[in-house]
């Protein structure tokens, strides 16, 4: 294990390959495998060798995808520089300095009186990722919801484009998007979705209901499964010859929207 550092691996160009703050990094195939029986929930994200052959690197990596932990390919010399080693076996976990709260004590403890959470299924971008957390913690939304198997990790870059804010909001990772949906609709949370193809527009929307706010990913949106399980979608009128926004702005104007409301 590596003590609590920053570390990145650089190709020969300069670019950081690896762009994550953690607190160690827990490598070789036996110490991961341990890891993920007994807390799959501390991994950020495992690297492994482009070659995984070996039963135990198997093993590895469909007990990663069953607990839905992002998993990624690496080149030896690559793994060998995050583990800061030759011993890695071809395996290494990340394991972020982030607290994650349980969904169940966010919706215990609401930040609000109503609350309003945001979640993100599946974005790629960190930018895009910690930009939302800004505005998030911006508008004091109760908490920010990312899922275990999709979407970047929250990385170096995701804390820098947050501006310090993963530091503050309350982040939440689940590992199944639409039992999240049916919980927080049970707890009567409305569900709403930013959908570009969506009828009603995003200010027919009463936030100061309990709201959640459902951004779907770069490119795809949102799941036919967790379209399902939403109460509303709505979408940003544009009058210019773009047809879309950027997710992260699109967020900002769905929020300040709803602080608005609540505010108002």
Do not use: W
């Not at 920053?6 to 994550?20: I, M, N, P």
């Not at 959470?117 to 908490?143: Q, S």
């Not at 779907?216 to 544009?238: A, T, W």
């Amino acid at each position: 294990m590596k003590p609590p550092e920053k570390r990145g691996a650089k190709s020969g160009s300069g670019e950081l390959l690896f762009d994550v703050v953690m607190d160690k990094v827990v490598y070789g195939r036996n110490a991961v495998l341990e890891l993920l029986a007994s807390d799959p929930e501390k991994i950020e994200k495992i690297y492994m060798q482009f070659n995984t052959g070996h039963n135990k690197l198997k093993e590895i990596l469909i007990t990663a995808k069953r607990s839905r932990i992002p998993v990624g390919k690496a080149r030896l010399e690559k793994l060998g520089e995050m583990a800061g080693t030759t011993k890695h076996q071809g395996v290494c976990a990340l394991i972020s300095s982030v607290r994650y709260y349980r969904l169940e004590d966010i919706l215990q403890k609401p930040r609000n009186t109503n609350p309003l959470i945001v979640i993100l299924p599946g974005l790629n971008d960190p930018h895009n990722v910690g930009a939302i957390i800004r505005t998030a913690e911006a508008v004091a939304a109760d908490a920010v919801v990312l899922t275990g198997s999709k979407g970047a990790p929250v990385s170096a870059a995701v804390h820098k484009a947050s501006a310090g804010a993963v530091s503050h909001i309350r982040l939440c990772k689940v590992r199944n998007l639409a039992a999240c949906l049916r919980m927080l609709r049970e707890k009567s949370f409305q569900v709403v979705a930013a959908d570009m193809h969506a009828e009603k527009n995003y200010t027919d929307i009463d936030f100061r209901l309990p709201s959640a706010l459902v951004m779907g990913s770069e490119g795809k949106g949102i799941e036919p499964q967790s379209r399902e399980q939403c109460d509303f979608l709505v979408r940003i009128p544009m009058a210019g010859c773009v047809e879309s926004l950027n997710v992260s702005v699109s967020a900002g104007v769905l929020l300040y929207e709803a602080m608005r409301q609540r505010l108002g």
